[in-house]
């Protein structure tokens, strides 16, 4: 079974970059899409992008230049870079499996942005 | 940016009911092979994010069949029969026809 589980801190400073990791296990990230979304207090969900099987990448315009996701396929990791975080980066982070929809997700990380 | 609409923030149901959860897009959710990139998630506490639906009325496996997805175009309805105490949950809405993908603001499902 497909299993993807989030891992990085919990607290990040204003300005700082935030860094999240998502560990797949039971599929290669070699195949498909991986997305990277979140989930704000107050329960409003946004899509942050993806990574492909090649290793190309989509983001959501509202990141602009702040995100990044890259791969390691050695690991079967991949991972999100935002930087130049506030308080409104404040999130639940989740990765997930994309297939048209997003058939698999990680269980979340709570990431605070907080001085 | 496709915008979706989901009017409902709470719905207050008893077990056993039917409840209804609708989704309205911007734009039509059809693309030129036939399908809907329309689909719906629900989120409990504790619990990983579920897909529940895809393609607007497919259900992903292992989903009870009481959970029901329906609509075209730009209007979409997730049904859920004889609702159960485990279905009390988050419920959303996913777009994934043109990027950025955009998510409905989610429906709360609670118990009367």
């Known amino acids: 079974e497909v299993q993807l589980q989030e891992s990085g801190p919990g607290l990040v400073k204003p300005s700082q970059s935030l860094s999240l990791t998502c560990s797949v296990t039971g599929y290669s990230i070699t195949s498909n899409y991986w997305g990277w979304i979140r989930k704000f207090p107050g329960n409003k969900m946004e899509w942050m992008g993806y990574i492909s099987y090649s290793g190309s990448t989509s983001y959501n315009p509202s990141l602009k230049s702040r995100i990044s996701i890259t791969r390691d396929t050695s690991k079967n990791q991949f991972f999100l870079q935002l930087n130049s975080v506030t308080t409104e980066d404040t999130a639940t982070y989740y990765c997930?499996?994309?297939?048209?929809?997003?058939?698999?997700w990680g269980p979340g990380t709570m990431v605070t942005v907080s001085s | 940016q496709i915008t979706l609409t989901q009017q409902a923030e709470s719905l207050w149901v008893s077990p056993g009911e039917k409840v209804s959860i609708t989704c309205r897009a911007s734009?039509?959710?059809?693309?030129?092979?036939?399908?809907?990139?329309l689909s719906w998630y629900q989120q409990r506490p504790g619990q990983t994010t579920k897909a529940l639906i895809y393609h607007a009325s497919i259900r992903t496996d292992g989903v009870p069949t009481r959970f029901i997805g329906s609509g075209s175009g730009t209007e979409f309805t997730l049904s859920i029969e004889d609702v159960q105490p485990e279905d009390i949950a988050l419920y959303y809405c996913l777009q994934t026809l043109k990027k950025p993908y955009t998510f409905g603001a989610g429906t709360k499902l609670e118990l009367k």
């Open positions: 997930a499996r994309s297939r048209g929809y997003f058939d698999f």
């Open positions: 734009q039509s959710l059809l693309y030129t092979d036939g399908k809907h990139y």
